[in-house]
């Protein structure tokens, strides 16, 4: 589904990361570990961008969660499916939001525990909500792949394990950037470990030891 | 190319920011000999007087006929800002192709009167003309600010957006939400100088408040002259008071009702047809054999006598009112700014000083110059002083807001009056004085052209006469001239901003 071999991926001009071996195969739940600036986004991006470009049913949850602050709930969680039809139908549940479209959200939002939230404006909310939408949007999406960097990080720990069970019932193929190492064991099938610009282990989950784990976060 | 980029700040920062200034004052100072500076009139004082005594007692005897004036110059105002926004909305997002934004930057090079001259020549003195004189050039500066904020934005949402998301959508569901405001607060803004605009529109006979003005100052009639700038400093004073946002439907469907009430003379079937394939085209080529090079020839000996007989010294004309008024401007503003801020003037002078730089920047700069040139004459004065003290006002408005907090913010031993302003107040604002000063230059150049209608032999003066005598094909090249003088005048302004102040500052003052 996506490989990457030998490639250097860089952030901007600076080469981030270099020598990358990587693949994401159907079916897999790959979570990427690593101290914060070690390359994780780096090759999230990446693997998005490559996958957006060949396998266009891919859901993402960017870093920033990429909402418009400006607009509804409603609004930032139909922009998932802004593919699915064309300018004149989306311009006009702009304007009016069509039933339709209404009823097909309010499930998604309950689902992320944002019930109540489809009228109310992204910058209106807390950070922990805005990440529910972000969240949200990537299950309005739906689809088969999804990408996400920290898509929990701004929600307590209950709850981080209970949407990312959600996450992981919705979506066949997974690829993730996590700091909660037990999160992270909870999900992935597979556990790669980034660190000082090269990828560190790539194995199934049962394989890495805590030991590796720490050594990842070692100064 | 890459070469000289390294070269450029080493090379101006030998003038330094001092230098700059002395490099334009003695430029100015140089140009003085040339320029016409002459009391027209013998006695001007007697003149002035009898205009004070008549503002001193506004006459609102016509104020029916006034109030209705008011209506015509607000609907003009309305209908040409909301087409010049829509067309600069759609416009907008594509500014970054070379091709759109030369056509931006040439439709807003020409001044809405020019517009206005040329325009009549098409549609007659009617509500088209006057709302497309207002829209070509705000259709230009509208995609250039629109273009600037939506790149501002944010860019993540859209790059959140599906992959097979087609543009139209990403664009008003990713980019346009993030701008929307900044777009709200800058039409609001637009607005006010489209009230202004629409008032000078009046100057070429559009019934606007412009051609009420026009006509009193005719008769004489000072008092009525006093009522019409009152009735226009209440409009534009009021804008922010009547102008909500749900009732601007309404305001847009008055204001076309009205544009539609408006008896226009007819015109002849055909004009614009005629226009664009008669008029425009340079006589020598219109009657000729386009495959004979003795045509050619002709067009050339043409074009030589109008750009050695009209062009140039009319574009001499217009940069030596330009520099002048540009240096008088830097005066005004460095005078002014101090005189509304408290610790300098004291309370009663700051609210003094704000109430006169309001009027004289609230006051379009071809008003002033008429105003002026009914008091001094024809001359190049009357136009120096009133671009200098319109852009001057305009300079020290908006240093006093960049430097709001300046003064609140200094130690508690600080001096006080002139001594502050010496010591504390003008070493920290001089460089975006300077860069504002370098802002206005382009606007001041426009607007040293355009003054030419008023009988000053700037390029304005020649494009004018051509009109007048039904030769449109010269007014073209004349106005050409005009465009590409500003655009020049604007690549050395921003050449030279850039190696005094990095960094963007107030837009409004290269909008205004």
């Known amino acids: ?219 | 190319m890459t070469s000289t980029e390294p070269e450029r700040p080493h090379r101006l920062g030998r003038f330094g920011r001092v230098g700059t200034a002395l490099v334009f004052v003695g430029l100015a100072a140089m140009l003085l000999p040339f320029a016409d500076l002459g009391l027209g009139r013998h006695d001007p004082w007697a003149e002035l007087g009898r205009m004070a005594t008549g503002f001193l007692s506004p006459d609102f005897t016509s104020i029916e006929a006034l109030r209705w004036t008011a209506v015509l110059t607000a609907a003009f105002a309305i209908c040409g800002v909301a087409l010049g926004a829509s067309a600069g909305f759609v416009l907008a997002p594509f500014y970054r192709h070379g091709m759109v934004r030369n056509l931006c930057i040439a439709i807003r090079s020409i001044h809405e009167l020019f517009w206005a001259i040329l325009l009549v020549q098409v549609t007659g003195l009617s509500a088209t003309t006057g709302v497309l004189a207002i829209a070509i050039p705000y259709a230009g500066i509208f995609a250039k600010v629109f273009a600037e904020y939506l790149d501002e934005a944010d860019a993540r949402p859209a790059a959140a957006m599906p992959p097979r998301a087609d543009l139209i959508s990403v664009h008003f569901y990713a980019r346009l939400p993030l701008a929307w405001r900044e777009f709200q607060t800058y039409l609001l803004y637009r607005l006010e100088c489209g009230l202004r605009s629409s008032a000078v529109l009046g100057f070429v006979g559009l019934p606007t408040l412009g051609f009420s003005l026009d006509t009193f100052f005719r008769q004489g009639m000072y008092g009525a002259v006093a009522a019409v700038l009152i009735i226009y400093y209440v409009l534009i004073g009021t804008m922010r008071l009547w102008m909500h946002r749900p009732l601007v439907p309404f305001y847009l469907l008055a204001a076309i009702a009205v544009m539609a009430s408006i008896a226009s003379p007819p015109m002849a079937p055909g004009a614009l047809a005629r226009f664009l394939t008669h008029d425009i085209v340079p006589a020598p080529l219109r009657s000729g054999d386009l495959g004979d090079f003795a045509t050619w020839a002709r067009f050339g000996d043409w074009l030589a006598a109008l750009l050695a007989g009209q062009a140039l010294p009319g574009l001499a004309a217009t940069l030596v009112v330009a520099q002048l008024a540009l240096v008088v401007a830097g005066l005004v503003a460095l005078i002014g700014f101090p005189t509304t801020v408290r610790p300098v003037a004291g309370r009663l002078g700051a609210a003094f000083g704000h109430v006169a730089l309001v009027i004289t920047r609230s006051t379009p700069e071809y008003m002033l110059a008429y105003i002026a040139l009914q008091v001094f004459g024809p001359s190049m004065l009357p136009a120096v002083l009133a671009l200098g003290l319109h852009n001057g006002a305009i300079i020290a408005h908006l240093l006093g807001r960049q430097s709001a907090h300046l003064h609140e913010s200094l130690r508690p031993d600080a001096p006080r009056g002139i001594v502050l302003y010496a010591y504390e107040l003008l070493p920290r604002i001089y460089g975006s004085f300077l860069a504002l000063c370098l802002y206005r230059w382009e606007i001041i150049v426009r607007e040293s052209a355009i003054i030419g209608l008023l009988g000053i032999p700037t390029l304005g003066f020649h494009v004018d006469r051509a009109i007048q005598e039904i030769r449109v094909d010269r007014a073209i090249v004349l106005l050409i001239v005009t465009m590409l003088a500003t655009m020049a005048i604007d690549w050395v302004s921003r050449r030279t901003r850039a190696s005094i102040l990095p960094g963007r500052l107030g837009r409004n003052a290269a909008a205004e």
């Open chain 1, 1 to 219: 589904m996506l490989t990457f071999t030998g490639e250097a991926l860089s952030y901007g001009r600076t080469t981030v990361l270099s020598d990358v071996d990587f693949t994401l195969r159907a079916g897999e739940r790959v979570v990427l570990l690593g101290r914060s600036g070690a390359g994780k986004s780096t090759l999230l991006n990446a693997g998005y961008a490559r996958l957006a470009r060949t396998f266009p049913d891919v859901a993402l949850v960017p870093q920033e969660h990429g909402l418009v602050p400006q607009l509804s709930v409603f609004h930032n969680v139909y922009m998932g499916r802004l593919d699915a039809h064309g300018a004149g139908y989306n311009l006009a549940n702009l304007i009016w939001p069509f039933p339709a479209e209404r009823r097909a959200i309010d499930p998604v939002l309950e689902t992320v525990g944002l019930d109540g939230f489809a009228r109310r404006t992204v910058e209106t909310l807390s950070g922990g909500q805005k990440q529910r939408t972000a969240l949200a949007r990537a299950i309005h999406r739906g689809g088969r792949v999804l990408i996400g960097d920290e898509p929990v990080s701004a929600v307590d720990e209950r709850q981080a394990g209970v949407l990312i069970d959600e996450l992981g019932r919705r979506f066949g193929t997974i690829l993730l950037a996590l700091h909660d190492v037990a999160l992270a064991r909870r999900i992935a099938t597979r556990l790669v470990g980034i660190r000082a610009g090269r990828i560190f282990f790539d194995r199934a989950t049962a394989d890495v030891p805590d030991d590796d784990i720490h050594d990842l976060y070692r100064a």
